[in-house]
């Protein structure tokens, strides 16, 4: 009986329904407005910080964090993901020189925001969700731990007033640390006032606001230090950028640097999704259910082409953001709703006040989320896993430190594929059945070096027969004599659901040896795609269809019957060379 379904206008309704629930009822409203005005109010100077770290106009980092907010809380499948600049992703920008200077650095800005956006939004299109699960721990590790060096790093010219020198972040880092006595101690005094401020007044009721309170209050004492030290002046917004009391105008993407930063988005992609897919498995919607790490995607995706298009920087899922604005109440997607709308009041009715926020003040904000991104203990973890994990989490860890992050993480993914493929390869191992008179279970032992005139051999490979295990399974088989008349391999596939090119050819040349000595090959316990493969590719004609014995649905009843073919087989042998 065909199913009755919904007129289309009734679909409709019913679609607009649910997506609306996402924003909860009546009930929810007072706590999701309280839980938007924490996280707006704190994601101005969040913003602002997260456009230093990544080197380009913090303003940029705020109009992503304001884009990305209301483009997270209106396209994603998780009801409290917040969607923003993490510091991941603000340290892989600082390192795309398009980004970084030159009249359209803001164009290349948009580029990149867009280009990352579109990657993530075919990947959430494709459902491709779980992709992240092939990317090994030790290379997020490895990199994480290495950016939150790299975030400390980053920010000692800010916070010391002195303008290091080199190559990279831990070279200019030893340079600023041999020019102690050029430091402008005004401004590392507002800077550790800032972290000092944050550590004290989070103890307190104000939470999650410390760190407003704190960098507003530096910044009054960068202006005292201002008047006092008139000779060291402090660093403010203001300096590096025009603060309008507007909300951002349309951008329009260079098209001509999509080849150069193809890599740049890719990397952006990689790692915003992945920070991301971390929140959708660990937290879940109001009905309890986990979000689709699929729909985030496109989410973030969606996110991405609106802070491109609105200049701001690219965004991915923020896991801290999303714990404050839960821990602050929230009971549904309107709280980053309301945060995103709390963010552009503040900038239209705050703008120019915005630059008098003191750059040294934002750099100790990063430099305390640098140390406490830095986790010991999962370092420690891994490297105690085994020495290819601790082979992949050094590599990543130092190249994270060294070159550009977007190569870094790749590198990192790249060595871990194939490491995984190198000790898999490894790690087949071929096992005998030997059964004995009366006892229904076999007993395994290791395969025969040779064969033997007349033996009946059952191998059972285990492990993974992907086209670099296949040598390693060849170099296992038995050898073939010259002659071994009689003597059946019979070899059990079940579980092996597809064979590659490389296994296959040396199937047939190992059936074909046997063959040349007078013995035979059988193949047990194949499935129906398994089979497949061999006719197509013409090694079932060669080992000969009636020794091929697809999977039945009770194990074992494959190789039973292939025993009983073979012991025929062989007394038909002996009774003919008799």
Excluded at 132 to 137: E, G, L, Q
Excluded at 171 to 178: R, S
Excluded at 272 to 295: E, F, W
Excluded at 411 to 423: K, S, T
Aim: net charge neutral; proline share 5%; hydrophobic share 50%.
């Amino acid at each position: 009986m065909a199913v009755k379904r919904m007129p289309w206008p009734g679909r409709v309704r019913h679609t607009l329904r649910s997506y609306l629930s996402r924003f909860g009822t009546t009930r929810t409203v007072g706590a999701d407005l309280k839980a938007g005005l924490v996280l707006g109010v704190e994601s101005v100077p969040d913003g602002l910080a997260a456009g230093l770290l990544a080197g380009v106009n913090p303003l940029h980092g705020l109009y992503g964090y304001l884009a990305g907010t209301l483009g997270g809380a209106l396209a994603t499948g998780s009801a409290f993901m917040t969607v923003q600049a993490t510091g991941a992703m603000a340290v892989v920008i600082s390192d795309v020189p398009q980004t970084q200077s030159g009249d359209n650095a803001s164009g290349a800005l948009a580029t990149l925001a867009l280009m990352a956006g579109v990657i993530m939004l075919i990947l959430g299109i494709a459902r491709l969700g779980s992709l992240v699960r092939f990317i090994p721990t030790a290379v997020l590790v490895g990199f994480i731990n290495a950016v939150a060096i790299n975030i400390v790093l980053g920010q000692f010219d800010n916070f010391t007033g002195y303008e290091s020198q080199g190559a990279n972040r831990i070279v200019k880092g030893f340079d600023t640390l041999l020019h102690l006595f050029q430091f402008s101690w005004p401004t590392v005094a507002v800077g550790t006032v800032t972290i000092g401020l944050i550590l004290l007044l989070e103890r307190t009721k104000l939470g999650a606001l410390a760190m407003v309170v704190a960098i507003v209050v530096a910044s009054g004492l960068a202006a005292l230090f201002g008047i006092l030290f008139p000779g060291q002046p402090i660093q403010l917004v203001a300096s590096v950028a025009t603060v309008p009391n507007t909300l951002p105008g349309f951008v329009l993407p260079d098209l001509s640097l999509m080849t150069t930063l193809l890599i740049p988005a890719l990397s952006l992609a990689l790692v915003g999704l992945v920070q991301g897919a971390a929140i959708s498995g660990s937290v879940p919607n109001p009905d309890g259910t986990y979000p689709d790490a699929s729909n985030d995607f496109r989410g973030q995706g969606i996110a991405n082409l609106a802070t491109g298009l609105f200049q701001g920087m690219p965004v991915g899922g923020s896991m801290s953001a999303t714990a404050l604005v839960k821990a602050a109440g929230a009971k549904s997607a309107l709280a980053n709703l309301t945060a995103g709308l709390v963010m552009a009041v503040t900038i239209l009715a705050l703008g120019p006040a915005i630059g008098y926020i003191a750059m040294p003040a934002l750099a100790g904000l990063l430099i305390l989320v640098g140390i406490r991104t830095f986790k010991l203990h999962d370092i420690l973890m891994v490297w105690r896993t085994g020495p290819v994990q601790a082979s992949i989490l050094a590599v990543t860890f130092i190249l994270t430190l060294v070159i550009p992050l977007q190569y870094a993480v790749l590198i990192g993914v790249g060595l871990a594929v194939i490491l995984h493929i190198a000790r898999q390869s490894n790690r087949i191992t071929i096992r005998r059945w030997v059964f004995e008179e009366g006892r229904p279970l076999p007993v395994e032992t290791d395969p025969p070096a040779g064969l033997e005139p007349g033996e009946l051999v059952v191998l059972v490979p285990y492990g993974s027969l992907f086209f670099a295990a296949a040598p390693v399974f060849e170099a296992q088989l038995p050898q073939v004599p010259d002659r071994c008349e009689g003597t059946v391999v019979i070899i059990r596939l079940r579980g092996k659901d597809e064979l590659g090119s490389t296994f296959l050819k040396i199937v047939a040349q190992y059936a074909a040896t046997l063959a040349a000595a007078g013995a035979a090959l059988m193949l047990v316990g194949v499935s129906g795609k398994v089979r497949d493969q061999l006719a197509v590719t013409g090694v079932l004609a060669e080992i000969g269809a009636d020794r091929v014995f697809v999977a039945e649905p009770r194990v074992g009843d494959s190789l039973v019957q292939a025993m009983g073919m073979a012991r025929a087989w062989t007394a038909d042998r002996a009774g003919s060379d008799g």
